[in-house]
């Protein structure tokens, strides 16, 4: 592991065990975020599943009725029948909060059509295109909690994804070159102890030897 | 309020017009392409999209995969299911898990 690069000195390694300390504390946080998370993703992914399943099941009912229809009616008169639609689908977009994950809430609401799908009279229609009709507005439910559940799955698999890259690398990366570097300062501290140490009693032999000499240069002149 | 918008062969977003979706019929990459980005800049919350047009602009639909809104979700077209519309769940699911283990059964 790469040792940072900083002067090895106590002050430093101060500032250095009080980083470690963060990170070991960030990585412990997010590492629950992220279970939590994970705990979450799964529940809503497995609901998305259903939903898509459903959903994929009403709208190829919905396919084969209009399918049916146009084999009945020619396209003019399908597109006729079709182009003046008697209701409008709007979304009130909410948001909820999953773990500090904004994720959309979606709240239909259809305008104008009051309980009647048909935009067109049903003289000039056949039943086909009625029951086709019918299927649609069937398959629009589950394809609308589809949307929302997807988009959800979507964005928490992004936060899981990124939380996961931020606990890897304090995990594998910043934490142990934290350690790494307190270790490196620490011995070269303690090093230095030792070569003052070893210095300061060089020094005391070196006093105590001269002072003996000068006593016995003293003894011999009396 | 935002609007709900589909993408895709005339056939299959046809029957969409009753139900006061904005239907956006697309044959070629292009459209689709410029579609999308057109209805994203607009207020379009959920824009639906059927399994062959969206083999036609795969990057721009993972570009707003990581956006709150919109919402862009495939769907069947009128030919059928070719699966790749649960194909993005698992793929949302690989992406956060690192394995497939929701579909493995």
Redesign the interface.
């Known amino acids: 592991m790469a040792r940072l690069n900083v002067n090895p000195t106590r002050m430093e390694m101060t500032r250095l065990k009080q980083q470690l300390k963060t990170a070991t504390r960030g990585h412990k946080l997010l590492k629950d975020k992220l279970d939590e998370l ?1 705990k979450q ?2 529940n809503i ?2 609901e ?2 259903r939903l ?2 459903e ?2 099941k009403s ?2 009912d ?2 084969q009725n ?2 049916i229809a ?1 084999a009945v009616m020619s396209e003019s008169a ?2 006729e029948s ?2 003046i ?9 909410g948001k909820k909060n999953i773990m500090s994950v ?3 809430v ?1 709240d239909f ?5 009051s309980g009647d ?3 067109y009279g049903l003289a000039f229609s056949s039943g086909e295109m009625d029951s ?2 019918l299927s ?2 069937d398959a ?1 439910e589950p ?2 909690r ?3 559940s ?2 959800t ?6 936060e ?2 990124k939380t ?1 890259r931020r606990v890897n690398a304090l995990e594998n990366v910043m934490i142990p070159n934290y350690q790494e570097t307190i270790k490196y300062i620490s011995m070269k501290l303690e090093e230095n102890d030792r070569a003052g140490t070893t210095r300061m009693m060089k020094v005391k032999d070196l006093v105590l030897k001269r002072a003996i000499e000068e006593k016995k240069r003293k003894e011999a002149g009396a | 309020m935002s609007k709900v918008g589909i993408i895709g062969d005339k056939g299959s977003v046809m029957g969409f017009l009753a139900l006061g979706i904005d239907i956006f019929p697309a044959h070629e990459a292009d459209e689709v392409k410029k579609t999308i980005h057109k209805l994203a800049e607009r207020d379009y919350a959920i824009i639906y999209i059927t399994e062959e047009a969206s083999l036609m602009a795969p990057e721009s639909i993972a570009k707003y995969k990581d956006f709150e809104l919109p919402a862009i979700i495939v769907i069947p077209g009128i030919t059928g299911s070719m699966g790749l519309g649960m194909n993005e769940v698992r793929e949302s699911a690989k992406r956060a898990i690192g394995a497939d283990i929701l579909f493995s059964e």
């Open positions: 994970m993703f799964l992914v497995r998305n599943k898509r399943e959903a994929e709208l190829e919905a396919y209009f399918i146009q399908i597109g079709l182009m639609p008697r209701q409008a689908v709007s979304v009130k977009v904004n994720v959309p979606f609401q259809s305008e104008g059509g799908i048909y935009p086709a009709m649609f507005s629009m394809l609308l589809l949307a929302e997807e988009k799955a979507q964005l928490l698999a992004q899981i994804e996961r």
